[in-house]
């Protein structure tokens, strides 16, 4: 909230599991910021996994911060 009150483009990266619990911060702030769902757990996977995991995510986590005219 702070980032985007301040007009910088911001948001964050959470995995599946977590999706009731944005929703639920979401309602309580009354804010819904940009976010990236990925796989989940995230937890005990190999650097090959993560990177696969962070490929997958890259173009909607560039999308976050980047302004397309």
């Given at each position: 909230m702070d980032l985007e009150s301040r007009g910088i483009p911001g948001g964050y990266i959470l995995s599946e599991e977590f999706r009731e619990a944005d929703l639920a911060q979401a309602k309580a702030l009354?804010?819904?910021a940009m976010k990236v769902f990925v796989q989940h757990?995230?937890?005990?996977?190999?650097?090959?996994?993560?990177?696969?995991?962070?490929?997958?995510?890259?173009?909607?986590?560039?999308?976050?911060?980047?302004?397309?005219?």
């Open positions: 009354g804010f819904a757990p995230i937890q005990d996977r190999t650097d090959e996994e993560m990177a696969a995991i962070a490929d997958l995510a890259f173009e909607q986590v560039m999308a976050m911060v980047v302004e397309v005219n």
